[in-house]
């Protein structure tokens, strides 16, 4: 009879303290959804709206985030984008999670091509690109890793696979990439993924100041086969930009560079840090860094 | 028991009447019973023959010592209280208030998740970054990218001067941006003054801005 009035007493403790979390959940699972509301609120055929509904749902299942998809869909039904080439844009997007590449670039650019009013044919063109782009990526970085380059963080994985589909998207060869993360693995500083991420990103943006893909990987290499630190391989562009100041051509002021690099010893390089130094790097004039070590953060980087 | 089991017992203490003994006489005609009945006269004989073992009076507490030491009052309790069988009485209030308790568990458990996210990497210092833009003939300057999911009335620059110089400062976690200015709602205009550029895919270039990590939060720095 004990167990019994123990059972009963508990049961009813336990309902009391159960009811208001049933009631919440209840509550949350009864309200639409964020996709439900805005493909009810758009200026759409039933048909259109049906046809939303299903896309934004699968995408949403793939992985894409709810507020994302209603996001796309509720720019691009605000830009007179068709249900149908919406569609292909989510399946963009919903792909590129499915393949479990990072799909926040390619959220990013479908945003960016719906902001800037591109027809959406070539918005999912681009992205369907750079989706490629990311899936060999991917597979360069896990090369990468089986070479020995670490990674500390899925976060920095993702960032290395940005930044090398990024020097991929610059015309930089699988091979080429390939061939600095071998020297990257094999150099005396540590082999970390983010520092083949700053010799991606760097190797892309020397070849956007008009270095050929592979004077950018070569200059970039000898940075690392020469053992400089992350902050000096992020250097180089600054350098590079030094050299051209000095006239000649890009290719000869890449010469002058990598030269330099190959005659430094890892103890003789330029003074590091913005405030150092005989050749401070230059900085647009506009442009103020303060530092602020508690804050935390409020603005989020969307899809990263 | 059987018949001729209660005869043989009234046989064997010497209580049985003459009728029960004529019956058991009768029943000793089957060579089973004979059988039974010479082997229980051959155990009574074998007993009467024993002699009486009187135990010593120290006899209990020698048994009693030589027993192995009993488990403490505590443990025994839970051990009973673990394994003694026990009746549960219940009631279909008491089974449908389980199965409520398993629903709201069930229920509850991936909100509860969710409220508490596993902060993937710690607080990253924020850096803030002020974007400029001198457009004298402008009304209204914003700016969009890839930090503010390319909305384009999001992020205002604002002419504090009145003569065209518009600015923003915004907090940024390290990382890498591409962004552009949008001046009166519609064109689209790349930072004259960028750290680096990209093309956007769609015909025109996307600023970069770089923030970078702090020294010392990454030990290759």
């Given at each position: 009879m004990a167990t019994f009035r123990f059972v009963g007493i508990a049961s009813l403790v336990v309902m009391a303290l159960g009811v208001p979390c049933v009631s919440e959940?209840?509550?949350?699972?009864?309200?639409?959804?964020?996709?439900?509301?805005?493909?009810?609120?758009?200026?759409?055929?039933?048909?259109?709206?049906?046809?939303?509904r299903a896309k934004g749902t699968e995408a949403i299942r793939a992985?894409?985030?709810?507020?994302?998809?209603?996001?796309?869909?509720?720019?691009?039904v605000g830009r007179g984008v068709q249900p149908t080439e919406l569609v292909r844009l989510l399946d963009v997007v919903a792909q590129a999670k499915r393949q479990d590449l990072p799909a926040g670039p390619v959220l990013d650019k479908?945003?960016?091509g719906l902001a800037k009013?591109?027809?959406?044919?070539?918005i999912a063109g681009v992205a369907e690109r750079l989706a490629s782009e990311l899936a060999t990526s991917r597979d360069l970085v896990r090369r990468a890793e089986q070479k020995g380059i670490r990674a500390e963080s899925r976060g920095e994985r993702e960032r290395a696979t940005e930044a090398v589909a990024d020097a991929l998207g610059k015309g930089v060869s699988p091979k080429e990439l390939d061939d600095l993360s071998r020297g990257i693995a094999r150099s005396s500083e540590r082999a970390t993924m983010s520092r083949l991420q700053a010799g991606a990103q760097v190797t892309a943006d020397l070849v956007s100041m008009g270095l050929s893909p592979r004077d950018a990987t070569e200059t970039?290499?000898?940075?690392?086969?020469?053992?400089?630190?992350?902050?000096?391989?992020?250097?180089l562009r600054e350098r590079l930009g030094q050299e051209l100041k000095r006239g000649g051509s890009v290719e000869t002021g890449a010469k002058r560079l990598r030269d330099a690099v190959r005659s430094e010893r890892p103890d003789d390089r330029p003074e590091r840090g913005p405030d150092k130094g005989p050749d401070k790097p230059e900085k647009p004039e506009k442009i103020e860094k303060m530092e602020k070590p508690e804050k935390p953060t409020r603005v989020e980087k969307p899809g990263r | 028991m059987t018949r001729f089991e209660e005869l043989l017992e009234g046989q064997l203490t010497g209580e049985l009447a003459p009728a029960?003994?004529?019956?058991?006489?009768?029943?000793?005609?089957?060579?089973?019973?004979?059988r039974a009945f010479q082997a229980h006269r051959e155990t009574v004989a074998l007993l009467s023959s024993l002699e009486r073992q009187i135990p010593s009076s120290s006899f209990t507490d020698e048994v009693l010592a030589s027993l192995p030491e009993r488990q403490s009052r505590s443990w025994s309790g839970l051990w009973n209280l673990l394994w003694a069988p026990r009746v549960v009485r219940w009631n279909v209030a008491t089974a449908l208030a389980l199965s409520l308790?398993?629903?709201?568990?069930?229920l509850t458990w991936n909100s509860l998740i969710s409220r508490h996210p596993i902060a993937s990497e710690q607080h990253p210092t924020v850096t803030l970054f002020r974007f400029s833009l001198d457009a004298p003939r402008a009304q209204h300057v914003s700016l969009a990218g890839d930090f503010n999911g390319w909305r384009t009335n999001d992020i205002v620059l604002a002419d504090v001067t009145g003569r065209g110089h518009f600015s923003v400062t915004l907090p940024l976690k390290p990382g890498r941006y591409a962004y552009m200015f949008v001046i009166d709602g519609a064109t689209w205009m790349t930072d004259p003054r960028a750290e680096a550029y990209r093309d956007d895919g769609f015909g025109n270039k996307n600023a970069i801005v770089d923030i970078a990590a702090p020294i010392g939060s990454n030990g290759d720095i």
């Open positions: 959940a209840i509550a949350e699972t009864s309200k639409p959804g964020e996709l439900s509301r805005t493909v009810e609120a758009a200026n759409l055929s039933p048909e259109g709206k049906a046809l939303l992985g894409v985030a709810e507020h994302e998809v209603a996001g796309v869909i509720q720019r691009g479908v945003k960016e009013r591109v027809p959406p044919a070539r970039v290499g000898a940075a690392v086969t020469r053992g400089l630190s992350q902050r000096d391989i992020e250097r | 029960a003994k004529a019956e058991f006489s009768e029943l000793l005609a089957l060579a089973e019973n004979r308790v398993i629903v709201v568990t069930a």
